[in-house]
């Protein structure tokens, strides 16, 4: 795994060099690529930052826009064209709310003479405002407790580890509150730890855990979902975890491991009749790995289409193999647009989870 990450980053040093060299040959040089705003406090609202460039060179050269990675910074700086020697000056806004902490965006300037935007860098930290208990737990379970999410993602989840998230509360009752949660659907492997008891204006954490055994079989998606009743009421908003169950890869070998390639990930089987039996589509599964791809769990949101790929399978390296896809528009629920997913588990340490979108216009 090492030798992946390392090639990953060799790849995105090389991409940002062959981008710093195209950016030289560009004839508008800026006085500053980087712009450090230091502390700024969030209550203090848009900083602002002005950049200054020059065309330098012999010919005219035309700015054709100024593109940021994130709505949290802009320019109203339009599309203009800098003559030989002449200088442009403009305003860069960071919009600091709800963004606490260290931020880095960058904004491209796209250029007439050059096939690869300038980069320019604005940097800095924000200094966050005191935020309301409604800000920082913002669902309300009922009874005065709170809650900072309802929803613990666990992506991963490999064999023979346990992995923990948790979820913040607070009591904003002047009384002390009896906490139960009550399982909806269970997968068996999480442990969830919370007081069944919390004392007026308190706050604390709801733990949760997923721990597959070494030796388990078990694959795929792992789904929890719990009522949540406070002094015997039971709260509108459930509580959910979610992850996916996968090998362990800690000892698996960067060359000789599995590579699971997918012919197609979106099946559109178009328009098909309600009343018609049955729709096939296919895609293929290959092997480009140096080991066995075993594949562990295949799953479909829908019963409306079934897979002739099953978990169990084994494919050899170098190998494919063709699955097949049944959609049965009697099954689905109603007319119009039917969209579902495909989740397909293998021992790919690389992507062990792929999904293939299913679509058709059921009439």
Known sequence: MLRFRYIAMLVVALVCQSMAMAQQGSAVRFDSLTADFGHIREVDGVVKHSFTAVNEGADSVLIREIVSTCDCTSTHQRAITLAPGETLTFEVMYDP??????????????????????????????????????????YYMGGGLRLDNTFASFTYIEHGKEYTMQIAYANTSDDELALRFVPSVESGVLHIDYPERIAPHSTGDITFSYSL????????????????????????LMVTAYGVAVDNFDSVDDILSPRAVYSKKNIKFGDVNRSSRRHIATFDLANEGGATLYVRSVECESDAVKCSLRGGKRIAEGKSQRCRLRLNPRRVDAEGNFVTRLRIVTNDPLTPLQVVRIVAVVE
Do not use: K, M
């Open 213 to 236: 055994p070494e030796s388990s079989g078990r694959y795929g998606q792992l789904d929890d979902r719990f009522y949540v009743e406070i002094d015997g009421e039971r709260s509108r």
């Open 97 to 138: 709310t709800n963004r606490p902490g260290r931020f880095e965006r960058t904004l491209y300037v796209i250029v007439s003479d050059s096939d690869s935007p300038i980069e320019l860098t604005i940097v800095g930290r924000v200094i966050p405002r005191e935020r309301t208990v409604e800000e920082i737990y913002p």
